[in-house]
């Protein structure tokens, strides 16, 4: 018997998705497990695998639409089945009522109006296209304003993309060079919120808000555990990043802070048994916070592996659920662009997060009162003041300081 396949959720943050692709075509065969489409969810692009059989009979949500979780994508059944009371089914989520303190939002709003818009046309002096589909086209060199989108509205989406490179391959063999861009540098530009930025700003603002912030500010020496760093790649092959070393030295001290790697759920806290580190990756479009588990049982080349293999997932958006959520704490490092200190939003269900910045060459007064240079490091710990103490969160701190400083406590 025909029945709908229905979006379902790919991250336990996703609302609605972007079918990026549809992997099988109408009148194929489609078995338990077969790969149905690709979808655009707040974290990255993934695999949506069919957990029905039988043939694709209809795609009611074409490449560039997006759909609400639990609303029909597609029908399945038997080739020749009637399902002309599936197709009766309204698939476009309809907006929240404002009434009801939910509100439509601007981005809703623009999509709704693009529907309403003749295809090839733009809004305002914005051209529509899916956020995929302007990354594609800017990689290819190709103008999205000659491109005539099939998506909602004329709205240019993936297909496209891929069709207007085969015509340009077509035509010459010559590699195409970038348009020109003839814009002022002063006028505005509206930029459509992906899936991911819309998620990010919810889940921050919420933990902003809800969360009770404080912060607290310490700088470590790093001498020292550059020079373990160095001594220990020495006998490797591969380099251990010093985001393992960090991951590392955190692990260990909050084995002896078990409040520190703890959850706020209203009645109750949870203090987790395994200690499970998340580390803020930058992509095109938002952040997203791998997650190396157990990092309490691992030694630092075992994290480095881990973290490694991870981050260029990340990279890729290739990152699984399980991969990138469920954090019990956060490393924020911005060291690596010159920041030497800044503070940083609490990631969720964690209760605190390290924000790393630069290492400084800079003058420090010695035991004697000689000045000597050395290479310090700023780091401050948000808290959320409902789960962590004042005296508790510091207490860490000065820990991890002294881990840092002296590396050879990771050892006993």
């Not at 009801?100 to 709704?112: K, Q, T």
Request: negative net charge; glycine residues 10%; aromatic residues 4%.
């Amino acid at each position: 018997m025909a029945e709908h396949i229905l979006m379902v959720a790919l991250s336990p943050t996703m609302e609605t998705g972007i079918i990026s692709s549809w992997e099988k075509e109408e009148g194929d065969k489609v078995e338990s497990g077969d790969l149905l489409c690709q979808v655009e969810t707040d974290k990255a692009t993934m695999d949506y695998e069919s957990a029905q059989e039988g043939t694709l009979l209809k795609i009611l949500v074409k490449p560039g639409e997006e759909a609400a979780i639990g609303s029909p994508i597609g029908i399945i059944g038997e080739t020749g089945e009637d399902i002309a009371d599936l197709m009766s089914v309204d698939t476009t989520p309809m907006p929240q009522d404002k009434e009801n303190g939910e509100g439509v939002s601007i981005d809703d709003a623009l999509d709704l109006m693009a529907k309403e818009i003749a295809p090839g046309a733009t809004h305002g002096n914005r051209i529509l296209a899916s956020p995929l589909a302007r990354k594609m086209a800017g990689i290819q060199g190709l103008d999205l304003s000659l491109i005539r989108g099939t998506g909602p509205g004329g709205r240019i989406v993936k297909h496209d993309i891929i069709e207007a490179g085969h015509k340009v391959r077509g035509v010459s063999q010559q590699p195409v060079s970038r348009p020109a861009i003839m814009t002022s540098p002063l006028e505005d530009e509206t930029i459509l919120v992906s899936q991911k930025r819309k998620i990010i700003a919810q889940r921050l603002a919420e933990s902003k808000y809800s969360a009770p912030h404080y912060y607290l500010r310490v700088k470590a020496g790093v001498d020292g555990l550059m020079k373990a760093r160095k001594a220990l790649n020495a006998t490797l092959k591969e380099k251990v990043s010093f985001n393992a070393f960090i991951i590392k030295f955190v692990a260990q001290a909050l084995k002896g802070y078990p409040a520190i790697n703890a959850t706020w759920q209203g009645e109750t806290i949870l203090r987790h048994g395994s200690i499970d580190i998340g580390l803020a990756v930058a992509q095109d479009d938002g952040l997203i916070t791998p997650v190396v588990r157990n990092c309490g049982n691992k030694g630092i080349v075992e994290i480095d592996r881990e973290l490694k293999g991870l981050i260029d997932k990340a990279l890729n958006n290739q990152l699984t659920p399980e991969e990138y959520a469920g954090a019990t704490f956060t490393i924020s490092n911005l060291g690596s662009f010159g920041i030497e200190e800044f503070t940083a939003i609490i990631n969720p269900p964690g209760s605190a997060i390290l924000a790393v910045g630069s290492m400084v060459r800079e003058p420090v007064v010695g035991e004697d009162d000689g000045i000597e240079i050395h290479s310090r490091m700023a780091m401050t710990l948000s808290c959320d003041h409902r789960v962590i103490d004042g005296a508790v969160g510091a207490a860490f701190l000065k820990n991890l300081k002294d881990i840092i400083e002296d590396p050879i406590r990771v050892l006993y």
